[in-house]
C-alpha cells in the first residue's frame, strides 16, 4: 500500500505496477484526501478511484464526479 498526495500519482504508480508485477491494484481516495494504490488483498478504507491490470484501468470502474 502506497500513500499519495494526488489522484494522478496513485494512477500512474497503479499504472506501472499493475503492468511491471502482472497483478491487480486498486486506487482509492482515502479519508484524509490522500489517494492510495493497493493491492486488492489490502484493506480499502474510502472511495475507490479505479482498478487496474496490465497496466490499463479495467472497464466497468468509473471515477466519481
Not at 1 to 16: C, D, H, L, P
Not at 30 to 35: G, Y
Request: positive net charge.
Amino acid at each position: 500500500m502506497n500513500i499519495y498526495k494526488t489522484a494522478s500519482q496513485a494512477t500512474g504508480v497503479a499504472r506501472t505496477l499493475s503492468k511491471s508485477a502482472a497483478c491487480t491494484i486498486v486506487v482509492y481516495q482515502a479519508e484524509d484526501n490522500r489517494f492510495v494504490a493497493a493491492r486488492p488483498s489490502d484493506a480499502v478504507n474510502g472511495l475507490v478511484i479505479g482498478v487496474f491490470q496490465n497496466g490499463y484501468r479495467v472497464q466497468g470502474v468509473q471515477r466519481a464526479a
